[in-house]
């Protein structure tokens, strides 16, 4: 009897140890260097964003936060390699609206939205802004409509890529105003904006945060934001809808998630950090001064978001028309 009481006293102890293990790990998160995968390029509204949360929160976690961007396929490609990933907390992804329209533009995405991902956190929002070269006769919403019925696929924009958000921004409005302008598609959304300012390119949807240097600073021209009502950051830029098209609007969220099977204890450990970050003065300076808004939901509040988004999404692609490659 004792010997089979202490058999099974080695076994306890020993289940213990093994179930202990993963409950210390994760009371140790982040024990090294936490993977950052940005699915566009370097310059990018997201990059921007990604970079200053990035920043702060390695310093609070005392852990370094390692950024990498790897755009390509509307943002699939960072998305897919996110989505196979171990689910272990260290490698996350930061990602916007192309997270739930992609898998109904392309035919294999290589990841699921709502199966290959858990919602971390939104960190802001903010609306796309057209722009054009300040000494660009295309100054407004209307002249832009008029100019693309007079000679339809003449107009030429650039947009951070096939299934970006500044693309299915400006696809959305040349849907409501039945025009037709060529897409041009850019790997890196700062060449499409350094094209326009240099002239090779008619206009760009970009990404708010990535520009709004560039407009105050005079090199570029914004002709309307894509927000249903006008932005702080640019009070003076008007609307889309001012311009002419009632209804309309699209915002980009830019948010951070984790592949799927994630702890949930990691989960609410980086939610609660990174609201800390966004809570942050200096950080929401930051952030404001790109033109974005900080958000810092919970992660039940952000995975609300996305499943409305989703349901919505499948309107959006029959309503819009995308030639994806």
Known sequence: MLKFMAKMACVALAFGTL????????GDYPARPVLLVICFGAGGGLDVIGRIVADRLGKNLNRQIVVENRPGAGGNIGMASVARALADGYTLLETANNYNINPFLYRNPGYDPRRDFVPVIEL???PSVIIVHPKSNLRTVKELIATARAAPGKLVYG???????????????????????THV????????????????TSLAMAALPSVITQIRGGLLYAVALTSDKRWPSLPEVPTVAEGGVAGYSHLTWIGILAPAGTPAAIVA???????VVLAVPEVRERIAATGAEPVGNSAADFAAVLAAEYESTVQLAQRIRFELE
């Open 185 to 200: 598609p850019y790997k890196v959304a700062t060449q499409a904006n350094q094209d326009v300012m240099g002239g090779q």
């Open 159 to 181: 947009s951070a890529g096939n299934g970006s958000p500044t693309n299915i921004a400006m696809e959305m409005l040349k849907a409501a105003a039945s025009i037709d302008i």
């Open 269 to 275: 450990r980086l939610n609660r950090e990174i609201a």
């Open 124 to 126: 802001t929002r903010a």
């Open 19 to 26: 179930t202990a293990a993963p409950a210390r790990a994760q």
